[in-house]
């Protein structure tokens, strides 16, 4: 199989995910496939398919939480679908592309709109999928259309009215079988120095009020309406928590972080004891905003 594999890109066979996703918990898959171009990945989805072959398209690992138990399938890894197109205020930008890299090229040709997407660690593939946002923005203020892959490996543009999305949602989510290939946005003239002023204002704060230093994969819930999850987490007295080697940040309770070689069971354990001792104690169903990957 890994013969057929090396057709379409870059392979590692008995992988270890521990640098593959944001929290570095260590578990395993069979292959890896790093795709070459989206000719490359049509083809690999067309194999997989093909051959009931179980695959898992992946990103840079920075909103999920891995199980502990092997994959026996395919993990792709879409990080070379990483052009960049600038027409006017219209960006066409690529799945793969790191959110800090794209906000950087924007800003050095002087577009406003995503300055609070320069510190979160993800790909444009998955901000679309879980509308990823901060500051009272999100990505879907700026999105025109998403192209992508669709289950009979057609590809095809899809125009925003088509997709449902609301804080940390896209209907992305619900339907696995569409692959994003790329996004198209429309920005705003703007200022780079104003922008570089804000990235560096709000870069900031994050070193100040997040624990930057561990691993982590961001914030662990979405904010309740007219509150934060953090606060309700902090009011609980939950900060410090472990579960084996993860913690909740006495930094800042809305994160989880891999403080001494955490389980992927560890995350999910403490996330868990979260959400219960927070419903429990304010009647609050705090709603997860990572995703618990299961592959079995």
């Given at each position: 199989m890994k013969e057929e594999l090396l057709k379409f890109g870059k392979v590692k066979e008995n992988v270890d995910l521990r640098n593959y996703n944001t929290y570095k918990v260590s578990t395993t898959a069979n292959y890896l496939v790093d795709i070459k171009n989206e000719e490359s990945l049509v083809g690999l989805i067309s194999y997989l398919k093909e051959n009931h072959i179980k695959y898992l398209i992946l990103g840079n690992g920075s909103n999920i939480v891995l199980p502990n138990s092997n994959f026996n399938g395919v993990i792709v890894r879409i990080n070379e679908l990483n052009t960049i197109d600038i027409d006017d205020d219209e960006v066409t930008v690529g799945a793969g592309v790191m959110l800090p890299k794209l906000v950087n090229e924007v800003v050095d040709n002087c577009l406003t709109g995503l300055e609070w997407a320069a510190g979160i660690p993800g790909t444009v593939g998955g901000a679309v999928v879980g509308n990823a946002g901060a500051y009272l923005s999100d990505i879907y203020?700026?999105?025109?259309?998403?192209?992508?892959?669709?289950?009979?490996?057609?590809?095809?543009?899809?125009?925003?009215?088509?997709?449902?999305y609301s804080y940390r949602y896209s209907s992305f989510k619900d339907n696995k079988d569409l692959i994003i290939l790329s996004v198209k946005l429309k920005l705003e003239k703007g200022s780079s120095d104003e922008s570089l002023a804000i990235m560096k204002k709000r870069l900031d704060r994050r070193i100040e009020s997040q624990p930057l230093e561990y691993p982590s994969a961001g914030s662990v819930f979405r904010n309740p309406e007219g509150d934060y999850a953090g606060r309700l987490i902090e009011a609980c007295g939950l900060k410090g928590k472990t579960i084996g080697g993860a913690m909740v940040s006495e930094k800042h309770a809305n994160f989880i972080i891999n403080y001494n070689n955490a389980s992927p069971q560890d995350v999910r354990d403490l996330i868990k004891l979260v959400h219960d001792t927070v419903l429990k104690e304010t009647g609050i169903d705090l709603i997860l905003e990572q995703e618990l990957i299961d592959w079995e």
């Open positions: 203020t700026y999105i025109l259309s998403v192209r992508v892959l669709d289950k009979d490996l057609n590809i095809k543009e899809i125009n925003k009215d088509e997709i449902k």
